[in-house]
């Protein structure tokens, strides 16, 4: 059972899209990261989100922590070919909370 | 460069032998993690380490696999006995601390490939 399940698992959409990536569970977590993977690279951060109900932009993208710490979302506003990759996300339980447990993953393709 | 350096990068070994997995973390990182990753998908926590004792050996998928970090630096990921199901993508990471939301800060992997 994956303590955190996104969806999409895959998605490809035209350049210009919009889309939004899920991170559901059913666990409260102290916080939540979203990572970005090319491929034979590692996952390299791009937030993290720590109280819930919080919202984050970074360009772009937009993230939210649910109010109740339960759940994240990615938006991407007008996806371009740069945005392709593996979106991960990845929690700190509130119990346990020294290990980093993560998604599978949303492998988004965006076509020009 | 000062991010963190895995090796090799690439492994190809048959089946039944040994093989050692290197990490060498970012300079003053005390917590140290390893995660396998399967044809692109999520990771699969294995191990963490503190400084150079792991609390939490839960995550190894077998007694094939050991892990160990000296000097509070380099880790090595051991592997015995190899099976075609290990093959996988190893990634370490460290980061400042332990947990309090630190982000992870990850290698570049070693691919590892059981014929």
């Known amino acids: 059972t994956q303590l955190l399940e996104q969806s999409p698992q895959f998605l490809s959409i035209q350049e210009g899209e919009n889309l939004t990536v899920y991170c559901n569970s059913s666990?409260?977590?102290?916080?939540l990261q979203w990572y970005r993977q090319e491929p034979g690279e590692g996952p390299v951060l791009l937030v993290t989100?720590?109280?819930?109900?919080e919202v984050k932009k970074l360009k772009r993208l937009t993230f939210q922590f649910g109010d109740a710490r339960k759940d994240s979302s990615l938006h991407i506003t007008a996806a371009q070919p740069g945005d392709t990759g593996l979106y991960l996300c990845?929690?700190?339980?509130?119990?346990?909370?020294?290990?980093?447990?993560f998604g599978q993953g949303t492998r988004l393709t965006i076509n020009p | 460069g000062a991010g963190v350096s895995q090796s090799p990068s690439n492994k190809v070994t048959e089946k039944g032998k040994d093989v050692e997995l290197r990490c060498d973390p970012i300079?003053?990182?005390?917590?140290l993690y390893w995660y396998r990753q399967s044809l692109g998908q999520g990771l699969e926590f294995l191990i963490y380490?503190?400084?150079?004792?792991?609390?939490?050996k839960s995550g190894l998928p077998s007694d094939r696999f050991s892990a160990e970090r000296t000097g509070g630096s380099v880790s090595t990921l051991t592997i015995q006995r190899t099976q075609q199901e290990d093959s996988a993508v190893y990634l370490c990471?460290?980061?400042?601390?332990?947990?309090?939301?630190?982000?992870?800060?990850f290698g570049n992997g070693t691919r590892l490939t059981v014929t």
């Open positions: 380490f503190q400084g150079n004792s792991a609390p939490d």
């Open positions: 666990s409260v977590f102290s916080s």
């Open positions: 990471a460290s980061s400042p601390q332990l947990g309090g939301n630190s982000p992870l800060h």
């Open positions: 300079s003053g990182h005390t917590a």
């Open positions: 989100v720590v109280t819930g109900g």
């Open positions: 990845a929690g700190y339980l509130i119990q346990g909370a020294q290990k980093l447990v």
